[in-house]
Every structure is written in C-alpha cells, then in structure tokens.
C-alpha cells in the first residue's frame, strides 16, 4: 500500500513547491506528479556559478490537521497584513529581488523598540541595539553577485501555512545557497507567523555583520585572526573583542574533524544571536498585547533552520521538529543496491528525551512538579521553545485565568530557548536531507523515511519526494484508523487532528547536477 500514489490529494495538500537547481525554475502543484520547467535560460555567469552549489533540487509540502486562525494583530497587524503576503508563495517558487531588510526593519520598528531585555552579545538594550542594527543596515550598500552571505541580486523564494506550521524555502542560484525553514506552532500561529516574517532578515542582518567583520578585520590583521587563533568580533562601536571559537556557542555538534574554523564559528553565532534576537522582540510584543489577548501567552513554535552554503551543511533547531541526512557507506558505489543511512542532525528537545529530561530536573531542584504527567509544568512536552511565556516569565503566567494558568510557577523559566546546532562539510556520499515537523515521524522513522524517498527518487526521478511522503503518510494513517483514503480526507481540519498532526516537509537533494542527473536514475 505505501507504494501507492494519491491521484487526487483532494486539496489538502495545500503547500507544495519545488526547485530544480539547473538553471530552469520549476513548479510543483497539486494537479502535477512533477517539474514542469518553463523554457527559462540563465546566462553563461549565472551557469558558473551554479556549479558550485551542493544542491540541485528542492522540493516541499505541508498538510493541515489544526484549525486555526491567521493571525490579525499581533506588531499591529504589521506581520499578518504587510510582510506575509510578499513572502508566500505556496505552489510553486518566484523570484523576487533581494535586498537589505530596510523595509522590513523599519515597519517592525515602531512596534517592537520599546523597553525589552538585553541582547547577548550586543548593546544594552534591545531598543538600543534594534536602533543601532537598523542604522547599519541602512547604511549598506546594495549586495553584489560575490559580496555577503545570504547576498544575491534576486532569489527565488516559496512558503506558507498549513494549520499551524509555516514553512519558507529561498535559494540564490547565482550564488550556490539554500535556506529553508520550517516553524512548528502551537496553541495558534502567532510564534510561526513571527518567525516566518522576521526570522529570515535577522540571520541575513547578523551574517552580513559578519561579512563586514571579516572585511574590517583583513584592514588590520592578514589573517583575520587574534594572537590565539579566536575570532575577531566587530562591536558597533568600531572595536574588535577577540572570542573563543566555540565561546557562548552552546550545543554545537561538529560533524567534522580538523580544527575549529572560525568563519564557521561565525556563522553558526549569526543563526544563535538571530533567534535570541528574535525570541526578545515576540516576547516583547506578547507583554505588550496580552492585556488584550491574554491567549499570546500561550502560543509558541519549534524551530528548524537548515543553510547550505557551497558545501557546508548548517542546521538550528529548537524543539522536536528533525533533519535528517541521507547518506551512502563509504565505498559503495550510487548504482549499487545498499540502502542508505539516515543520520540525524537535530536533537529532539522533549521530555521524551532522557537527557533533556534530566537537564530539567537538574535546572529546577526545589520543584517536586517540574515534570508532571509526561509534561513540563503539566502543560507541554517539548523541553525548549520559542514563545510560551507563560513557563518563562511570572508576569506572563499571572495574565491567564482559572485553569490555564500554571500553579507553582517557582523557579522559571521552565522552557529553554537555546537551540542546538551543528555543521558538517557535505561529502560526495551525501544524497538528501529530509527536514520535516514532528508530525511526519509519529508515523515514520529516520530510516523509513529516508528509504521511501530513495525509493521514490529511482522510480520517479523528476517526481516530488516531499509531496509523496505526505502521501504516504495519509495512506498509513488512514490504514490505522480503519479510514479509507476518502474518509480520512473527507475529515475536515480540527477533527482531523485525531488522526495526524500538521505536517510540513522539505526534501534537499544534494551533489552536483552531473552527480544527481546520475543518482535520480541509479539510486
């Protein structure tokens, strides 16, 4: 039954998009099994540049199971109503200029400069710091083919929402990157819609701060590097403070030997220092707004950011949203008949994880109901997150009524919002990366997953890996309801919830064209 291809998704699967890094623009729909590639030719430069990249095509889609409802109001409406629209883009990617995050910056401003805690790792004050970030960027020039890290004339750029869960995919063919993102909400989709309105421009602010360290510091070191082999960090106020390569760098995984890097370093703190940034500006304007909607205590997200630039491999994840690697034993050739292996880069931040667990009860001694009926404070599973006030602030936790407030709030915060991450060099044995919310593992594993997508790329190699996973996932969880297909998508979302949760999914295939013009016919 798993081999089996749903004919007509009945619209449920209502974001899906797709990729194809290879010079052409491609489209995913609900009424199609593939590419469809309009006849659109880059230039001999943009072709160069292409072969750089370590991916060659992206797929992604998502199913709603939540009811929920848009958010309206949350910074004014400012995020619902004037940047959402322009970044959704569910059926298929579109190419929009890329540009500093002037405008964006400056429409949050307003609504996000007042009277919030202190940035690590920049000034004292986030209004300080929000005002001093955005006079840097304005003071940018407009990025270059070469110049940046997230830099590029135009990208194309897909996304949207599927209950609860946002989801966002950008790539810059010209210059060999790919961003995806997706955000798990919860408790509504305030946390999610944040995050996919903000999330993106803060690690693109924080990587190009990083680009003009690196040029500031080639002014006065040859090679950019302190007497002790740390990383010279450039402070606003035009100083350099010398840091440790893995210095406030917490939960790093190095999928790699050698020596530290400290340009890696520096990429992996932008990821860091872009989610704090973030967490401190929806935390703001839920203290803000809960007086009115009490409910914004309450909401928050997992997080999973996944950046492949040339062939480094950089994952950010908070909560139990997962990516997983697909990659091929040494020695074994692409056409051979090995299955692959699946490596997981992300922890899954849960009380069902033992050492998440302990770390809880170890962080709140003089609390006997730290952890009570499988939840944190009886309320949630997940060990780390963004958003939750409630079970991180008092204040917060005292703005709900009757039972939805925690009783014995003693030691917060109970959630944590230090992500893990890691980073790996891509090896010519790695295939794909398959990063999905929680939901598509309740009914798979690593393995499993890995192997109906390697199953489906050899059969359909110009198919939609991440579509047909979702697929799958109908098919097994209408089987163990005692659904048929129709039934189970006759459900309408809410009562679906029963059956599965929100799923969102993107597929990454990795290598070269040559190498995957190869593997999608051999693997």
């Not at 998704?9 to 194809?20: A, D, H, K, R, T």
């Not at 400056?106 to 996000?112: E, G, K, T, V």
């Not at 010279?232 to 100083?239: A, K, R, T, V």
């Not at 409910?295 to 994840?317: E, H, I, M, P, R």
Request: with cysteine; glycine share 8%.
């Amino acid at each position: 039954m798993l081999g089996k291809t749903l004919a007509e998704p009945g619209g449920e699967l209502n974001v899906s998009f797709g990729y194809q890094f290879n010079g052409k623009k491609s489209s995913f729909s609900e009424a199609s099994d593939g590419f469809e590639a309009p006849p659109e030719v880059y230039d001999g430069d943009a072709k160069i540049r292409r072969r750089s990249s370590s991916f060659s095509c992206l797929s992604g889609a998502a199913l709603s199971a939540n009811a929920t409802l848009a958010n309206t109001n949350i910074c004014n409406g400012l995020i619902g109503a004037g940047i959402l629209p322009g970044l959704d883009s569910p059926t298929s990617f579109r190419r929009v200029p890329s540009s500093p995050s002037i405008s964006r910056l400056d429409m949050l401003s307003s609504s996000l400069q007042s009277n919030i805690s202190t940035l690590s790792g920049s000034l004292s004050t986030h209004s300080e710091s929000f005002e001093c970030d955005s006079s840097v960027l304005k003071s940018m020039s407009a990025p270059s083919r070469s110049e940046g890290f997230l830099n590029a004339v135009e990208v194309e750029m897909a996304g949207g929402a599927a209950g609860e869960d946002r989801v966002q995919a950008i790539c810059s063919e010209e210059d060999g990157w790919v961003f995806c993102a997706i955000y798990d909400g919860f408790n509504g989709r305030d946390a999610a819609d944040f995050l996919a309105g903000t999330l993106y421009e803060n690690i693109g602010f924080y990587l190009n701060l990083l680009d003009r360290q690196k040029k500031q510091q080639n002014s006065i070191a040859s090679d950019d590097l302190g007497s002790d082999g740390s990383l010279l960090y450039f402070l606003e106020d035009g100083s350099f403070e010398e840091k440790s390569p893995s210095k406030d760098l917490l939960d790093i995984v190095w999928k790699e030997d050698g020596p530290p890097d400290p340009l890696k370093d520096g990429v992996v703190d932008s990821l860091r220092r872009a989610l704090s940034q973030a967490e401190s500006e929806f935390l703001n304007m839920v203290e803000q707004e809960m007086d009115d909607r009490p409910d914004l205590v309450s909401v928050g997200s997992c997080v999973l950011v996944v950046l492949l630039y040339g062939k480094d491999l950089y994952t950010l994840n908070l909560g139990d949203s997962r990516a997983v690697l697909a990659t091929m034993n040494e020695g074994v050739d692409v056409d051979g008949t090995e299955p692959l292996e699946a490596v997981q880069l992300t922890e899954s931040h849960s009380v069902d994880n033992e050492t998440e667990r302990m770390q809880l009860l170890h962080d709140h001694p003089d609390d006997p109901s730290t952890i009570v009926a499988g939840r944190v404070k009886g309320k949630l599973k997940l060990t780390r997150a963004f958003g939750v006030g409630y079970l991180k602030k008092r204040k917060m936790n005292d703005a709900l009524m009757g039972i939805l407030q925690v009783r014995n709030l003693l030691s917060p915060p109970y959630i944590s919002t230090k992500p893990s991450l890691s980073a790996r060099r891509v090896s010519n044995g790695d295939c794909f990366v398959i990063a999905a919310s929680d939901g598509l593992f309740d009914f798979f594993s690593n393995d499993e997953a890995v192997q109906l997508v390697h199953s489906y790329i050899k059969s359909s190699p110009h198919g939609d890996p991440a579509k047909f996973l979702l697929e799958q996932l109908l098919l097994k969880a209408a089987d163990n309801a005692g659904l048929t297909m129709e039934e189970l998508m006759r459900i309408p979302a809410g009562c679906r919830r029963k059956y599965h949760d929100d799923v969102t999914v993107i597929v990454i295939l990795l290598g070269s064209d040559q190498r995957m013009l190869k593997a999608s016919t051999c693997l």
